[in-house]
T-cell receptor
Framework: NAGVTQTPKFQVLKTGQSMTLQCAQDMNHNSMYWYRQDPGMGLRLIYYSASEGTTDKGEVPNGYNVSRLNKREFSLRLESAAPSQTSVYFC???????????FGSGTRLTVV | QKEVEQNSGPLSVPEGAIASLNCTYSDRGSQSFFWYRQYSGKSPELIMFIYSNGDKEDGRFTAQLNKASQYVSLLIRDSQPSDSATYLCAVDGSSNTGKLIFGQGTTLQVKP
């Protein structure tokens, strides 16, 4: 049981390049989330998908887009990367009920 | 006022002592509360959840919830150096979106 799988684990981009972070879960969870984590800033929600077919903005959506491809997959796209998007990105999923998130292992992104 | 507040620490305790980590939250409608442990360079890992007032014990960990005071805590008994990590408090808000709101985390150092 893989849980939540994120790819890639590490990435270096040049300013202005684009890329897509992939996330897939095999737990049949309804909801999926993208967070970024920066020193001193904690975990900040970028976008989320409460159920298949829906997506909503979180706290820091600017510069990002998402796609809930199906129930398993939720991708995050950076259209034109900026140094301010250097961060560690976590994908998480969750089912309904008093249960918490399961996190992926993270993507460490550096924009130069 | 931040929605979920934690003292960032570091909280330093000697090996074998009780570590007490605290968290306050602002949304009175919050239903479920979670504690995550995050080792440096790793993703957050769920260690406890609680949704009823009172105490919930799991091994060396005890979560305490007081909804009237909007306060949740985590006690770690017989602290070990392997408990050294950042502990994130997360709260399930009342919006039914499934989003968790995270505190910034408390860094715990257990000294041998």
């Amino acid at each position: 049981n893989a849980g939540v799988t994120q790819t890639p684990k590490f990435q270096v981009l040049k300013t202005g390049q684009s890329m897509t972070l992939q996330c897939a879960q095999d737990m049949n969870h309804n909801s999926m989330y993208w967070y970024r984590q920066d020193p001193g800033m904690g975990l900040r929600l970028i976008y989320y998908s409460a159920s298949e077919g829906t997506t909503d903005k979180g706290e820091v959506p600017n510069g990002y887009n998402v796609s809930r491809l199906n129930k398993r997959e939720f991708s995050l796209r950076l259209e034109s990367a900026a140094p301010s998007q250097t961060s560690v990105y976590f994908c998480a999923s969750r089912n309904s009920g008093p249960y918490g998130y399961t996190f992926g292992s993270g993507t460490r992104l550096t924009v130069v | 006022q931040k929605e979920v507040e934690q003292n960032s620490g570091p909280l330093s305790v000697p090996e074998g002592a009780i570590a007490s980590l605290n968290c306050t939250y602002s949304d009175r409608g919050s239903q479920s509360f979670f504690w995550y442990r995050q080792y440096s360079g790793k993703s957050p890992e769920l260690i406890m959840f609680i949704y009823s007032n009172g105490d919930k014990e799991d091994g060396r960990f005890t979560a305490q919830l007081n909804k009237a005071s909007q306060y949740v805590s985590l006690l770690i008994r017989d602290s070990q150096p392997s408990d050294s990590a950042t502990y994130l408090c997360a709260v399930d808000g009342s919006s039914n979106t499934g989003k968790l709101i995270f505190g910034q985390g408390t860094t715990l150092q257990v000294k041998p």
